[in-house]
């Protein structure tokens, strides 16, 4: 069996990604918001230089998908003059930064990401690998336990700020002004450790090795674990979150999107609409957080990600009625497991020949329980039975 492809960088819109379909180009927007004219204008970018397929991502950044080679150059030309673009690919890389969607104005989180963005985009910022990124969780509340980051500033108990290496149990502490420096210094101390071998590494596997943190991140406890916070589409108190199919729209529905306000961008592949109190019903957005189609995560597939060994869209599409809410079903074209990289309730892998294997409480890496089953036959009714199998 042939291993997937690891690439061990994200796409960006500098440094895009051929996939299936064309160029996958990957927006960072800045604070993790679209003014109505912003998300206005990817859109009209999307469907004239792409196929007009939008994907929301996990680490809440907004891809275009089935750029030309040709389309490249205008459409960054179309993204700088809506203020979408870094200086250069090293500086795009670097700016890889997961913010709560739930700030306020005047809690002080949009200044902190404003510094750390700055910070990193200098040409003396850490040279952090693809992967490498940072969660800014310093609302009232954290919310971004679960999403992938490797340096997160949150909030302690005091109110004061704390910057955590993710994995660890203590952190250090910061305040507004120095959240920034701080950080800094902790992915310093990572690529000076050997943290990134080769251009890759996470912070967490680097503290399992058993190093030792810097004095000042390992006198502070971490504050209390929280639990995973997975909200579905419907009213906050900072506007209405809606979703997708598949965290995926058409550039149709974002600008009518656009219309409504502006648009906070969540690591759950849903938006929020920031300010508005209600949302008319708009072609493709789910509003009903008991939606079955909310209850299946799948990567794009094939054919349009060429390493993936089945049809996963169309396959989570007929099976998620069989679901009981509360059940989660992840669908990966390949072992990658791109679209939900942790474990699932239930996990189906694309294997070649199209077949595919079941993971119980697993990942889509993990050792599976039954294989070689036919996405032909895998019906309503297999998957009961395997839903509800001891």
Not at 110 to 139: E, I, M
Not at 173 to 193: I, K, M, Q, Y
Not at 319 to 327: E, F, Q, S, T
Request: with cysteine.
């Amino acid at each position: 069996m042939s291993a997937p492809v690891i690439q061990g960088w994200c796409p960006g819109a500098l440094r895009p990604m051929m996939s299936g379909d064309g160029l996958v180009v990957r927006v960072r927007p800045r604070g993790g918001r679209l003014t109505p004219e912003q998300a206005s204008g990817i859109a009209e970018l999307s469907l004239r230089h792409g196929n007009g397929l939008i994907d929301l991502s996990s680490r809440a950044n907004v891809q275009l998908r089935g750029v030309t080679e040709d389309g490249h150059g205008p459409l960054i030309e179309g993204l700088s003059a809506l203020g979408l673009i870094d200086e250069s690919t090293e500086a795009e890389s670097r700016r890889n930064i997961v913010v709560t969607p739930f700030w306020k104005d005047g809690d002080g989180v949009q200044a902190v990401v404003r510094s750390l963005a700055a910070a990193l985009t200098r040409p003396d910022a850490p040279d952090t690998p693809g992967k490498f990124g940072y969660a800014v969780d310093c609302g009232a509340a954290p919310v971004l336990t679960a999403v992938s980051a490797d340096i997160r500033i949150e909030r302690g108990p005091d109110g004061g700020l704390l910057v955590r290496p993710d994995g660890a149990a203590t952190c250090a502490r910061a305040t507004a002004e120095t959240a920034t420096d701080v950080a800094l210094d902790l992915a310093r101390w990572f690529l000076d450790g050997g943290g990134a071998p080769q251009g890759r590494g996470r912070m967490a596997a680097h503290l399992a090795r058993g190093v030792v943190l810097p004095p000042a991140f390992a006198e502070f406890p971490a504050a209390p674990t929280v639990a995973v916070v997975d909200p579905g589409p419907g009213p906050v108190a900072q506007g209405v979150l809606v979703a997708f199919e598949f965290g995926q729209m058409r550039a149709e529905t974002l600008s009518v999107l656009a219309e409504t306000g502006p648009l906070r961008v969540t690591p759950w592949r849903m938006l929020l609409v920031e300010g508005a109190g209600a949302i008319p019903a708009i072609a493709g957005v789910i509003t009903d957080p008991d939606s079955p189609l909310l209850r299946v995560v799948a990567c794009t597939g094939a054919p349009g990600c060429p390493q993936a060994q089945v049809a996963t869209r169309p396959l989570a599409r007929a099976l998620c009625a069989a679901l009981a809410p509360g059940k989660r079903l992840h669908v990966s074209g390949c072992a990658k497991g791109c679209a939900h990289p942790g474990a699932a309730p239930l996990t189906l892998v694309g294997r070649p020949g199209g077949t595919v294997d079941l993971i119980r409480d697993g990942s889509a890496a993990d050792t599976p329980s039954r294989t070689g089953l036919d996405p032909a036959v895998l019906t309503f009714h297999i998957l009961t039975e395997i839903t509800h199998a001891s």
